[in-house]
């Protein structure tokens, strides 16, 4: 078999593991590109708090879902996938997956445990703030911006494993569809 010759499975994955895929995945790439343009550009402060406020609801909202979504990944396994060849491949591409899923649980971990106030869900619900302390606070806060960085690193690497299979004629977008 060549190289650039499709060699995937054509199972798909099931609806509801597709969908908390792209719900996250929505979630995750909104929270990264505002998170950094406000922590890296001149913001309006109105904007800026606007943009928190936002992402940390958002974020605390999606924990339950990442939780569901770890949990339905462990009971529903998705379809093999040959698409990675070689068994280096294959391990290349599961630990990029554990990677994700571990980044992803961290920085929303240090996420809530940095917040130096309770926590406002869009309004409808507030939680407590988690610590007092500034030291822990700071010391969450600080995680939270590392993590948020191999986060945002691994998820270009997703998107350009992504991108090469396609081009490679591996329809691996055809397998995440709803």
């Known amino acids: 078999m060549s190289l650039g010759t499709p060699f995937m499975s054509t199972a798909r994955y099931s609806r509801p593991r597709a969908l908390l895929h792209w719900g996250s995945a929505l979630v995750i790439l909104w929270a990264t590109v505002t998170g950094f343009a406000n922590a890296l550009l001149d913001v309006p402060a109105a904007l800026s708090e606007a943009i928190g406020f936002i992402?940390?609801?958002?974020?605390?909202?999606?924990?339950?879902?990442?939780?569901?979504?770890?949990?339905?990944?462990?009971?529903?396994?998705?379809?093999?996938?040959?698409?990675?060849?070689?068994?280096?491949?294959?391990?290349?591409?599961?630990?990029?997956?554990?990677?994700?899923?571990?980044?992803?649980?961290l920085v929303l971990a240090t996420g809530v445990l940095m917040m130096d106030r309770p926590i406002d869900l869009f309004g409808l619900a507030t939680l407590p703030q988690p610590f007092a302390e500034p030291v822990l606070i700071e010391f969450f806060n600080?995680?939270?911006?590392?993590?948020?960085?191999?986060?945002?690193?691994?998820?270009?690497?997703?998107?350009?494993?992504?991108?090469?299979?396609?081009?490679?004629?591996?329809?691996?977008?055809?397998?995440?569809?709803?």
């Open 142 to 178: 600080s995680s939270h911006r590392l993590f948020c960085v191999v986060l945002a690193l691994l998820v270009a690497g997703h998107i350009g494993a992504v991108v090469f299979h396609q081009l490679r004629g591996h329809a691996v977008l055809d397998r995440m569809k709803p």
């Open 55 to 105: 992402n940390v609801s958002l974020t605390a909202l999606l924990i339950p879902f990442f939780v569901l979504r770890i949990g339905y990944a462990l009971a529903q396994p998705g379809p093999d996938d040959i698409a990675h060849g070689n068994g280096l491949g294959q391990f290349l591409a599961k630990a990029g997956h554990l990677a994700l899923y571990i980044a992803t649980a």
